[in-house]
């Protein structure tokens, strides 16, 4: 109990704060030990990002499942070993959808050519997506991300199937599990609106909104029913555009679309069934710039979930593979 509290309070002193103190965490922390660190990845993610915007989106959403299983510590990036056969990568909210990996390895890559040793692949995922989403948004969600986190060296299936929300959770069980990570029901919605971009595989969705009744757009759905099968499986599963507006820009339309009843998840059409996520909704697709500014503080405070120092982490040599 008390530890959560504290949790709360970092988490809190973090979002209040900013760019300065959030678990020990700094913006500009490789100022002196690796100076261009920020640019060399911000130039891997551009060159992938104008490539294929939908690698952008894999870099967000890379960032909320590394954050969100064992803290913000990279490891949603290592690769079976015999010693660990499952690890996160492979669960099911992770395995075959999650995509970026290869925009890590390269921007990792280039980093270690320019400083060895020195950046951990945890601040390589989170520069990432930081520069995924100012990209996509055209230059306008702009985040000062604060870094010094270390690479964990635990990864697990199991754990990633229980701290990632599904895509049927429900209302309270969306705000509990973000709760579970420091994060307020506001942060959550607000969060949320990644599904601005991006893609999702039909398996993830047709089921629960498509197959039974529910509040979808009944023009949506039938928009949905001739892009998807009946009964997506493992051979066939086709991916949709979360967004049919403006599939790949990181802006408020989501926000829109939950109001029109054009999402795709239980989880997206969850945050009408409350008054007060309901009006943050509104407030969100309806007043220009607040969604911007409010993603802007959750991601940094998602940033800070779990951060691991001292000997509780390492910096990776490879982003795959903990060091010997
Ligand atoms: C609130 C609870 C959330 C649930 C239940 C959820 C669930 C999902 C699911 C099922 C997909 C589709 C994956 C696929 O089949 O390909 C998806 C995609 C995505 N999610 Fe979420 N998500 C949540 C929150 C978030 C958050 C907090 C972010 C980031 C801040 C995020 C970013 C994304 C992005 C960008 C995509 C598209 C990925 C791509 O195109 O590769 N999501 N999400
Ligand atoms: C949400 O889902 C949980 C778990 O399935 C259930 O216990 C709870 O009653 C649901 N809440 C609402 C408001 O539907």
């Not at 261009?36 to 960032?63: M, P, S, T």
């Not at 979808?216 to 507006?245: E, H, M, S, W």
């Amino acid at each position: 109990m008390a530890s959560a509290s504290l949790k709360l309070s970092i988490a809190l002193t973090c979002a209040l704060l900013l760019s300065s103190a959030c678990q020990g965490l700094k913006v500009g922390h490789y100022k002196k030990t690796c100076p261009k660190v920020e640019a060399i990845v911000r130039d891997e993610v551009k060159k992938f990002v104008y490539k294929n915007a939908g690698i952008g989106a894999g870099l967000i959403r890379l960032f909320f499942h590394d954050c969100f299983v064992e803290g913000c510590d990279g490891s949603v990036l290592l690769d079976p070993t015999p010693a660990n056969p499952q690890p996160e990568k492979l669960s099911p909210p992770n395995f075959p959808s999650l995509r970026g990996f290869d925009v890590i390895d390269a921007a990792k890559d280039a980093v270690e050519k320019a400083c060895p040793g020195v950046v951990s692949c945890a601040d390589i995922v989170a520069f990432a997506g930081r520069d995924a989403a100012y990209f996509l948004s055209r230059l306008t969600v702009k985040i000062d991300m604060p870094a010094g986190r270390l690479d964990g060296r635990v990864s697990s299936s199991t754990a990633a199937l229980n701290d990632l929300p599904p895509p049927f959770a429900n209302l309270s069980q969306l705000i509990a599990n973000f709760a579970a990570k420091g994060l307020s029901a506001e942060d959550m919605v607000v969060l949320s609106g990644a599904h601005t971009i991006g893609v999702s595989h039909c398996s993830a969705f047709v089921s629960d909104r498509l197959a039974v009744p529910s509040d979808i757009n009944t023009g949506f759905a039938n928009i949905l029913r001739k892009q998807c099968p009946a009964n997506p499986n493992p051979a066939n599963d086709p991916t949709v555009n979360q967004d049919l507006v403006t599939a790949n820009a990181l802006d408020n339309q989501y926000y829109k679309n939950v109001l029109a009843h054009k999402v795709l998840f239980l989880s997206d059409a969850a945050l009408l069934a409350s008054p007060a996520t309901t009006q943050m909704v509104r407030d969100n697709a309806n007043i220009p710039g607040q969604w911007e500014d409010k993603f802007k503080k959750a991601m940094v405070k998602m940033s800070a979930i779990g951060v691991k120092t001292g000997n509780q982490g390492e910096i990776r040599k490879s982003c795959r593979v903990v060091n010997h």
